[in-house]
């Protein structure tokens, strides 16, 4: 399984930015795919989930409102679209797809670290005061 993503870059305060994930290989087992984001001298963090069956998303309480995640199965693409940016949002970016919900899987599940099996190098977003 492999996964990129891009899209990041350098945005001003109340800007936009839409970044893309791809997934390929052997993904036919997996149920989500999140971006979490990690900045300077902090723990990696979750921002949001999708759920590829049916579409569900999980969202951080921090971006919720402002940005939205959504994901195109027939290109196996995630974005995350990122809307009214803050200095705070700076971080790098990850994508990471999960190998399969356990049955019955409670909300939590999409927002631990260790639910996801693959991850992605990373996009740096950066938003300047």
């Known amino acids: 399984v492999q996964l990129q993503a891009s899209g990041g870059g350098l945005v001003q305060a109340g800007g936009s930015l839409r970044l893309s994930c791809a997934a390929s290989?052997?993904?036919?087992?997996?149920?989500?795919l999140g971006w979490f984001r990690q900045a300077p001298g902090k723990e990696r963090e979750f921002v949001a989930a999708v759920r590829w069956s049916g579409g569900s998303t999980y969202y951080a309480d921090s971006v919720k409102g402002r940005f939205t995640i959504s994901r195109d199965n027939a290109k196996n693409t995630v974005y995350l679209q990122m809307l009214s940016l803050k200095p705070e949002d700076t971080a790098v970016y990850y994508c990471?797809?999960?190998?399969?919900?356990?049955?019955?899987?409670?909300?939590?599940?999409?927002?631990?670290?260790?639910?996801?099996?693959?991850w992605g190098k990373g996009t740096q977003v950066t938003v300047s005061s």
């Open positions: 990471a797809l999960d190998s399969g919900a356990p049955p019955y899987a409670s909300d939590s599940y999409y927002s631990r670290m260790n639910t996801y099996d693959y």
């Open positions: 290989g052997r993904t036919f087992s997996s149920t989500a």
